[in-house]
């Protein structure tokens, strides 16, 4: 049971009233009995809070950055008119603000007797994620509005944010890229691992070992086979989920950069007709995703990626190489977005590299602070310039831990947030235009 502010109103100013003309017992039971029987009355006559019925639709999944709405219907069985404050309760990162959460999740009821109402609440997420809806709070209030009844439900729901994949941008350039590559390494070739292209006419000094005697003999001249580079490369994206992913850059995650600059790469890749395999991975395998159709690759990724968080555990390095040689046991470019800080990479990949560069092609991209950069430049005070000599010192402890990296043949991108998705897709470009991928 709830009082309401109306009952607290005629309270006071029945004291009031008491205080002024019948101080004594009297004054007090004339004025408190009738409101006592009034809320007592007002209470029986709302509706049972009980007995409703609820059932939801709406979206299921949202990029983070945009609106979601999930509908609440509400089925009133019982025999009286619902007159009801609902509160339809999600977690506080559903919404940008305390004031958008406390207008978007309240809604006033007015249910007639075996009818029902749909109501909807407006979701703003601010972390990725799943978010799960949680109780329904619905207070009845009776006819005066004196008192009301409260009671709570369960109704189940979960909106899964997305990654906002703000990176998609750069898209566009990147495939313009990509064709422009494809024509220029369209030189046709013959060997093991090519794939079959045309037939056209002999011309001598051509290989007879590519004449195709069978065309040839539906045909009045000599045909031979052509053949281009192989499209099906293979490629193992591995997001590190460790403790260092945690670490925010800026207004985000390192781990939310990091899949910005893998879902591009994806959507670069599977366009190019390479096959993509993801992991995520810390001290165990947190999400994967293989075998995926070129049409279907990148909105899995994106349900994949989307729960991801950073543990605060140190990354086991021998047992991603482990994962990434199971995931790949063809020779495949193996991506690992992780940091580039020198104690993990020196104690934990450097001694496990070789097992990877022996099979694969490696290219490890890291998310770079640009706070450092303008801490290196800052003069001025005698603080910015201590500044400026710790920032240059850590610039120059990245790059020797890239350098030591490209010494086993990594191929190392080290970017800032906004700059790393596109960096990433120039290097995987390079890669392909080399002839390395």
């Known amino acids: 049971m709830a009082l309401t502010g109306r009952t607290a109103l005629i309270a006071a100013l029945g004291a009031l009233v008491t205080g002024l003309l019948l101080p004594n017992w009297t004054g007090v039971l004339a004025i408190n009995l009738p409101l006592l ?22 979206d299921t999944s949202v990029r983070l950055g945009e609106g979601a709405e999930v509908h609440l219907t509400i089925a009133n069985p019982a025999g009286r008119t619902l007159r009801a404050l609902l ?6 990162s559903s919404w940008h ?43 009845s209030y009776g006819p005066l509005g004196l008192a009301a009844r409260q009671g709570q439900h369960r109704v189940p729901w979960t909106v899964r944010v997305l990654p906002p994949f703000t990176s998609r941008r750069h898209l566009p350039a990147k495939l313009a890229r990509l064709r422009e590559l494809d024509g220029r390494t369209s030189v046709l070739t013959r060997g093991e691992g090519t794939e079959f292209d045309s ?66 790469l994806t959507a670069l890749a599977a366009r190019a007709g390479d096959r993509v395999d993801l992991m995520a991975f810390d001290r165990r395998v947190r999400a994967t995703v293989q075998g995926r159709t070129a049409g279907d690759l990148l909105p899995t990724v994106v349900a994949a990626l989307a729960p991801l968080e950073a543990e605060l555990v140190e990354t086991d390095a021998s047992g991603l190489a482990a994962a990434a040689l199971r995931m790949a046991p063809r020779r495949s470019l193996i991506l690992l977005l992780t ?30 602070d640009p706070r450092v950069a303008e801490m290196a430049a800052a003069r001025g005070t005698v603080q910015s ?46 890669l392909k235009s080399s002839g390395r991928l």
């Open 37 to 58: 029987v009034a809320i007592l009355g007002d209470l029986v006559l709302a509706a049972p809070v009980g007995s409703l019925r609820f059932t939801r639709s709406g």
């Open 87 to 92: 509160r339809d309760a999600w977690p506080p």
């Open 97 to 139: 603000t305390e004031t958008q959460a406390f207008a978007g999740s309240r809604h006033s009821l007015r249910i007639p007797a075996g009818e029902r109402l749909r109501v909807t609440t407006r979701l703003h997420p601010t972390r990725r994620g799943d978010r799960h809806a949680d109780r329904v709070t619905v207070r």
């Open 199 to 264: 037939l056209r006419e002999y011309v001598p000094g051509d290989d007879t070992r590519s004449i195709d005697w069978r065309a040839t003999a539906r045909r009045t001249e000599l045909a031979v086979r052509t053949w281009r580079p192989e499209r099906d490369r293979r490629i193992l994206l591995i997001l590190d989920t460790g403790r260092t992913s945690a670490g925010r850059v800026g207004d985000v995650p390192r781990l939310d950069a990091a899949m910005d600059a893998a879902l591009l």
């Open 339 to 368: 940091t580039l800080d020198s104690a993990p990479v020196e104690e934990g990949l450097l001694p496990v590299l070789p097992q990877l560069t022996h099979r694969h092609s490696v290219l490890l991209a890291s998310v770079a």
């Open 385 to 430: 310039v201590y500044q400026a000599a710790a920032a240059a010192r850590a610039q120059a402890e990245r790059e020797q831990t890239a350098d030591r990296l490209r010494r086993y043949g990594v191929t190392v991108v080290d970017a800032v947030p906004d700059q790393l998705s596109s960096a990433l897709a120039d290097a995987y470009l390079a």
